[in-house]
Structures are given as structure tokens and as C-alpha cells.
T-cell receptor, first 113, second 110 residues
Framework: SAVISQKPSRDICQRGTSLTIQCQVD?????MFWYRQQPGQSLTLIAT?????????ESGFVIDKFPISRPNLTFSTLTVSNMSPEDSSIYLC??????????FGSGTRLTVV | DAKTTQPPSMDCAEGRAANLPCNHS???????VYWYRQIHSQGPQYIIH???NNETNEMASLIITEDRKSSTLILPHATLRDTAVYYC???????????FGAGTQVVVTP
């Protein structure tokens, strides 16, 4: 299965600022996915990122708040913009990997103060 | 996308089999059932997945009912390291949109 590296692993940010999370995969993949996991909750898909096209956002998530870049087949970034304490969550990227379903990164634990 | 329903928690004795149920009565014909687990808020770890046939790998077995409305994940010999939140997830194999349920907190006790 693919190996995913996410950076940063955690951060504490001031409200009103933005944080960019990076996701690097050790193989080329067509689709990359970004999830949010709020404290004590399950995972919710934010958007799907395809290389060479705009990301597709799920209901409740907008590009202005969560802009995504996908410059090549091994890399993507998710930015959490104009943060508020309600954005405190774990953010995870994921890719589909052959017979092993979908592989997830270790996540970025974000705390907004 | 199908919604999955799981019990919120269950306990299991070390060395015994753990049977984790999941209901997915609205699953469509092209949606798979995936199982993941998450330990201490790390990234979810893939366990197993299937479409309609029962599946087995080195970690677990997946039993899917004939009508595909429910399934059971079986951990044959639970260890303390199997303590985690287990998610039953539905999704197609091609589009990649996974619908996570609320998960079952499994606690394995000595």
C-alpha cells in the first residue's frame, strides 16, 4: 500500500490566521481525499482533489474556507483559512491504493486558540 | 452513499474472538463495505473490505449477509493492542467517497 506523509503533525494557531497542510504520497495517484475529524467524532470528507482540475467539495465545505492545491500526482495541500476555534480538528488525507482500499495519512492535529 | 450503523461500544476478553456488527441496509450494489480502525486518533488503519463474498486476511474476517444489509467483522483472537475505534465504512471502489459511520469503541481486557 502507499505511504503517506503529512505535515505538520500538529499545530496551535491563532484565530483569524491560516494553516496549510501538506500531503505527500510515495506513488502517483489519481485522486487524493481530505477528511476532517472533529473532537470525539467520526471522519467527514471535505473534498476530493484530482490533479489538473479543481477540487470537488462536499456539502458544507467551500473553497474559500478550505482551498486545495494538487500540483502533481504525488502531492496536495489543504489550507484552513481564517481559522476559528470551531476549526480545531484532525485533518487527514487519503488515497486509494489497489487491493488495500484506501490509505490514510497520520493526520494533522489542529488547535485554534 | 449508504449510511452505516454500529453499536457505540463493546468489550472483549483477550484471546477471545471479537464480533463487530454493522448495519448498512441502504447499501447499493456497487458499494463495498470497508472496515478501518483508529488508535489514539492516529490515521485510520485499513483492516478488510468486501462486496458480497466473505473475506479473510491476516487481520480479520468479514462476513456479509446474503442481502448485503449487514456485516460482521471478526477478530479471531483479540489482543490488548486491538483496543481501538472500529469503523464500518461504505464506498465505491472507483469514486473514492467513503461514508464513515460513528464507529464502535472496542476495549480488550486481560
Amino acid at each position: 500500500s502507499a505511504v503517506i506523509s503529512q505535515k505538520p503533525s500538529r499545530d496551535i494557531c491563532q484565530r483569524g490566521t491560516s494553516l496549510t497542510i501538506q500531503c505527500q504520497v510515495d506513488s502517483q495517484v489519481t485522486m487524493m481525499f481530505w477528511y476532517r475529524q472533529q473532537p470525539g467524532q467520526s471522519l467527514t470528507l471535505i473534498a476530493t482533489a484530482n490533479q489538473g482540475s479543481e477540487a470537488t467539495y462536499e456539502s458544507g465545505f467551500v473553497i474559500d474556507k478550505f482551498p486545495i492545491s494538487r500540483p502533481n500526482l504525488t502531492f496536495s495541500t489543504l489550507t484552513v483559512s481564517n481559522m476559528s476555534p470551531e476549526d480545531s480538528s484532525i485533518y487527514l488525507c487519503s488515497v486509494r491504493t489497489g487491493n488495500y482500499g484506501y490509505t490514510f495519512g497520520s493526520g494533522t492535529r489542529l488547535t485554534v486558540v | 452513499d449508504a449510511k452505516t450503523t454500529q453499536p457505540p461500544s463493546m468489550d472483549c476478553a483477550e484471546g477471545r474472538a471479537a464480533n463487530l456488527p454493522c448495519n448498512h441496509s441502504t447499501i447499493s450494489g456497487n458499494e463495498y463495505v470497508y472496515w478501518y480502525r483508529q488508535i489514539h486518533s492516529q490515521g485510520p488503519q485499513y483492516i478488510i473490505h468486501g462486496l458480497k463474498n466473505n473475506e479473510t486476511n491476516e487481520m480479520a474476517s468479514l462476513i456479509i449477509t446474503e442481502d448485503r444489509k449487514s456485516s460482521t467483522l471478526i477478530l479471531p483472537h483479540a489482543t490488548l493492542r486491538d483496543t481501538a475505534v472500529y469503523y464500518c465504512v461504505s464506498g465505491t471502489d472507483s469514486w473514492g467517497k467513503l461514508q464513515f459511520g460513528a464507529g464502535t469503541q472496542v476495549v480488550v481486557t486481560p
